[in-house]
């Protein structure tokens, strides 16, 4: 896989979503997080308005080198690109919430991301239990479980989720 991959940057030095992807091999199978860093640095300079390049790189800066705000600058980046990207509304909503205690910022990110997608199951669950947790909207976060649940009844997050909710309440 790795002679592939060296293959496919040899003939698109250039090609964002072949960066990202090599970037993401090295990162997960060879466990080359510096060299991961340096291609997902090169993706995103390939072309700066690659959406999922931008994403896929804000993942890697938070999870696997801790960097929450090189994060939260991508993902903003990525916002700009397109606004409506639940997938980073959602992650920034994340990051504001818990590294940032923005929780206002929080809502609002989570709020856009639904009014895009309103069966997201993780987005009605962060917005739960930021509800419950930071806002401590308690009549909020009970009518976003059980909206969650009833898009998906076995959805095992938002169960356990809901249960927590529940064993507090009483």
């Known amino acids: 896989a790795h002679a592939a991959f060296l293959r496919a940057v040899d003939a698109a030095p250039n090609a964002s979503t072949t960066l990202c992807n090599y970037a993401s091999f090295l990162d997960g199978a060879l466990h080359d997080t510096d060299k991961a860093h340096a291609f997902y640095k090169r993706a995103t300079a390939a072309n700066p308005k690659d959406g999922t390049a931008l994403y896929n790189y804000a993942i890697f ?86 909206r969650a649940l009833a898009i998906n009844p076995r959805d095992v997050t938002t169960l356990c989720n809901f249960s927590g909710f529940l064993k507090h309440r009483k």
């Not at 801790?66 to 690109?81: I, M, N, P, Q």
């Open 61 to 146: 800066l938070d999870e696997r080198l801790g960097d929450t705000e090189g994060a939260a600058e991508l993902y903003e980046r990525c916002l700009e690109v397109d606004e409506f990207d639940c997938d980073a509304l959602n992650n920034l909503g994340l990051l504001l919430q818990h590294e940032r205690s923005d929780f206002a910022g929080a809502k609002g990110l989570f709020e856009k991301a639904l009014s895009v997608d309103p069966s997201d199951l993780s987005t009605l669950n962060n917005l739960a239990v930021l509800s419950e947790d930071c806002l401590k909207d308690y009549e909020a976060a009970e009518g976003l479980y059980r």
